[in-house]
């Protein structure tokens, strides 16, 4: 359960799923093991959820920059934060696994 933890990162907006990190934080310790039972399952079945791979792009004013002007935005892609805690336990395993 601990690379759970280590997984979920500390800050960030919440996607699609309207998930946030602040959520899995405050999950209890039976909760966090059922959700760490699920990406395992997902881990043994090669899965990823197709609705883990759907984002919100929204338009983010640059500091100081024209708003009438289109380029002065940069997207910004809101992603599940499930989706984003599960792909840091992969990057994580497979670290581990081929010694980075």
Not at 21 to 50: D, G
Not at 55 to 77: C, T
Request: glycine fraction near 6%.
């Amino acid at each position: 359960m601990g690379e759970l933890k280590v997984a979920a990162k500390k800050q960030s907006a919440p996607g699609p799923d309207k998930i946030h990190y602040e959520m899995l934080r405050h999950l209890s310790p039976e909760s966090l093991c059922h959700l760490l039972t699920f990406f395992n399952h997902l881990w043994k079945q090669a899965a990823f959820p197709q609705c883990w791979k759907c984002a919100h792009v929204i338009p983010l004013l640059k500091h100081g920059k024209d708003p009438s002007i289109p380029s002065s935005y940069r997207p910004i892609a809101l992603t599940s934060c499930l989706g984003k805690t599960y792909e840091r336990l992969i990057n994580r395993r497979l670290l581990l696994f081929f010694g980075g």
